[in-house]
C-alpha cells in the first residue's frame, strides 16, 4: 500500500474510474484520497466511498502529494491558474486531460515541476483500460514507478515519447468506439440472419471478448490466428471476401489517421 496521499481536480468519468480502481486494489487507504469537483452532486457521490472531498483546488494541493488534473481541456487553464501559486516541486502532477501537452502545463505555470501526462481510455472504468503516459525531464525515478503502479489499478500502462500520444488518442482513445461499431455491424447480421437480439448480441460480444484473449494469449499473429479459422471455400472466407471487398481495414487504419490528425488540431 502506498503512504503518499492523491489529490483529483475533476471528479467526471474518468477521475471517478481511477479512485474506484484505486479503492478496488487497495492502493492507499480512501482517507488519503482527496477530490473536488464544480460540480457539488459529484462530491456528494464520491464522498460515498470514504474519499476526502475539498471546497478548493487550493485545498487539495496542501493535503496531497499528488495532483491528477482530470477535468476537460476547456477547464484547464482556471485550473492551472490556481494550481500556479500552490503546487510546488516536491509535488507531482499527472494530466489526462485529452490534448494538453506538459509544455503548455508548465509554461502556463511557470515553474519547472514533475509532470506526467497520461491518456487513458475508457475500458479503464472496469479495471480494463490500457493508459499511455509520457513523463517529463523533472520526474524521478520513484515517482514515475508510483505514477505506473497507480494508473496500473485500472489496467494496462506503457510509457512513450509524448509526440506519439496524438496516434495513441487515434488508436487507443477512440478504439473503442471503433470496436462497438464493428459490434453493432455483427449484431445486425444476426439480426438479419434470424436471430434475437439478445441472442445476436451475446454471440458478438462474447466472440469479441473470446478473440481478443486468445490473440493476447498465443504466440501466433493475428494473421495466423485467422488462418486457423479459415476453411477454403467455406463460411468464414466467404465472410472476409465481403469485409475486404468493404475495405474493412483500409477503414479502421484511416479512422486511426484521421483522429490522430483530429488530435493534432485541437492539441495545446
Not at 490556481?82 to 494538453?100: C, E, F, M, P, R
Not at 455491424?185 to 466472440?207: D, F, H, V
Not at 486468445?214 to 471476401?241: H, V
Request: charged share 25%.
Amino acid at each position: 500500500m502506498l503512504s503518499c496521499k492523491i489529490g483529483f481536480i475533476g471528479t467526471g468519468r474518468m477521475g471517478t474510474g481511477l479512485i474506484r480502481g484505486i479503492l478496488r486494489k487497495k492502493l492507499v487507504l480512501p482517507e488519503n484520497i482527496w477530490a473536488c469537483d464544480k460540480l457539488e452532486e459529484r462530491l456528494l457521490s464520491i464522498s460515498k466511498l470514504g474519499v476526502k472531498t475539498a471546497n478548493s483546488v487550493e485545498e487539495i494541493v496542501r493535503k496531497v502529494d499528488i495532483i491528477f488534473i482530470a477535468v476537460k481541456p476547456q477547464d484547464i487553464d482556471p485550473i492551472l491558474e490556481k494550481l500556479k501559486n500552490t503546487v510546488n516541486s516536491s509535488q507531482l502532477i499527472i494530466s489526462i486531460v485529452a490534448g494538453i501537452t506538459t509544455s503548455y502545463i508548465i509554461k502556463r505555470l511557470g515553474k519547472k515541476i514533475p509532470l506526467v501526462r497520461v491518456m487513458p481510455n475508457m475500458p479503464a472504468l472496469i479495471g480494463e483500460g490500457i493508459s499511455a503516459i509520457s513523463p517529463t525531464e523533472y520526474v524521478k525515478a520513484n515517482e514515475l514507478r508510483i505514477a505506473k503502479e497507480i494508473l496500473g489499478a485500472v489496467g494496462e500502462v506503457i510509457e512513450i515519447s509524448e509526440e506519439l500520444q496524438d496516434a495513441v488518442t487515434g488508436l487507443s482513445g477512440s478504439g473503442p468506439a471503433y470496436i462497438y461499431t464493428v459490434l453493432e455491424g455483427l449484431i445486425e447480421g444476426g439480426l438479419k440472419a434470424g436471430l434475437n437480439y439478445e441472442i445476436a448480441s451475446k454471440l458478438a460480444l462474447q466472440t469479441a471478448l473470446g478473440a481478443v484473449k486468445l490473440a493476447k494469449e498465443r504466440k501466433e499473429s493475428l494473421e495466423e490466428l485467422k488462418s486457423m479459422i479459415i476453411s477454403p471455400g467455406g463460411t468464414t472466407a466467404e465472410g472476409l471476401r465481403i469485409l475486404q471487398k468493404g475495405g474493412i481495414k483500409n477503414c479502421l487504419a484511416q479512422a486511426v489517421i484521421q483522429a490522430t490528425q483530429r488530435a493534432k488540431e485541437l492539441k495545446k
